[in-house]
């Protein structure tokens, strides 16, 4: 009975302990079914949040940096993730500290981050590093999520370090130095340039190609380029009110390689045509105002009877789908081309707080500018009914336009005049 006891409570310690070590999956935020792939996304986004460059003076983020390197070395090998999986975070640590296969402490954990992104594992933060070029993308995007905000996504083409060989070029990881310029990169080439007369000049190295490093084996899946263009998602969050043409900068996402630290990938939010059906699922008409800063603009249209007789009502569906009402009483006139102010129903006015309790949002104004459609034809009964209302009024309240422009009632041509006056004088 004690010692059934006995046994009970020393399990469960072991089990207390087992649980009280690292959990590589949580680390990596991943479920343990989690893939290979995956557990590189996981490391390559984590590495790049953590890194002490981006956290200057934090200690938690230099510790969570290392500890995500940890989790990756340990699970991205299938012998040691099998491993660990079996035996736990603490005999699978102490058997590497005996030194057993597989674990963590493998690498440096900034050796690790530099053969995914390359600058020596670090941002373009040490003194003598290779920055790569910035880049700058243009993605289209509809009126309505400049005006709702929106998160979506794209994809581009990017250069990556090649994962399968993890930036080396080789099938086996393994670099050698290059014989022919023994790691140097140039070579000293003696040129006769005359008899007698030798000079030396420095150049690439045509073995290695001017990296001082050679392979035995290239790796297939970049055929030992080291890098390898792949489509790269890039979620983009529109805040409300964002100008058209704003740029949003997403630090070391530009292209990468072993041999710089990745530049700045600049993506420029540009307001683009509304197609009816792609861009417009609600059936709002907003979705065909245009913008003009905090302002937005549409144009309405009326017949002959409404602009000259009132008694009318329109309702235009917003962006975010909320009325706006237009209209006119009976007997109010709308001239064509007349322009109706709506404050307040344009486009929100950004502000780096947005909706919050530091601020509330402000708007534009709408402009709703009246264009009036004439018929092309009436009826021979309708013309003669409004002909005579028209003769009717005209001769009671009508105004001559011709009278009052102040033109004369007959024109007389210059050289008829001339000729009249020359008449004159032969009498």
Known sequence: MWFRKGLVLGLFALAQIVLAGEDYYKVLGLRKDATERQI???????????????????????????????????????????????????????????????????????????????????????????????????????????????????????????????????ADKVVHKCHSCNGQGIKLVRQQIAPGMVTQMQMQCDVCGGRGKTIKHKCKACNGERVARKPTPVSVTIQRGMADGVKIAFENEADESPDWVAGDLYVTLVEKEPKLDEDNPDKVDGVFFRRKGDDLYWKEVLSVREAWMGDWTRNLTHLDGHVVHLGRKRGEVVQPGHVDTIAGEGMPIWDEDGDSVYHKTKFGNLYVEYNVILPDQMESGMEKELWQIFQKYRAKNGVDLHKDSGRPEKVVLKEDQDAAEREHEEL
Do not use: M
Not at 55 to 76: I, M, R, T, W
Not at 115 to 127: C, D, E, T, V
């Open 40 to 170: 590189k996304s996981a490391y390559r986004q984590l590495s790049k949040k953590f890194h002490p460059d981006k956290n200057p003076g934090d200690s938690s983020a230099h510790d969570k940096f290392v500890q995500v390197a940890e989790a990756y070395e340990a699970l991205s090998d299938t012998e040691s993730r099998s491993l660990y999986d079996q035996i736990g975070y603490d005999a699978f640590k102490q058997r590497k500290a005996q030194g057993g296969n597989g674990g963590p402490g493998h690498h440096d954990p900034f050796d690790l981050f530099s053969r995914f992104f390359g600058g020596g594992g670090h941002f373009g933060n040490q003194p003598g590093q290779r920055r790569g070029p910035n880049l700058e993308l243009k993605v289209g995007i509809a009126l309505r999520d400049f005006y709702n905000g929106k998160t979506t996504e794209f994809q581009w083409d990017k250069q990556q370090i090649c994962e399968e060989c993890e930036g080396t070029g080789a």
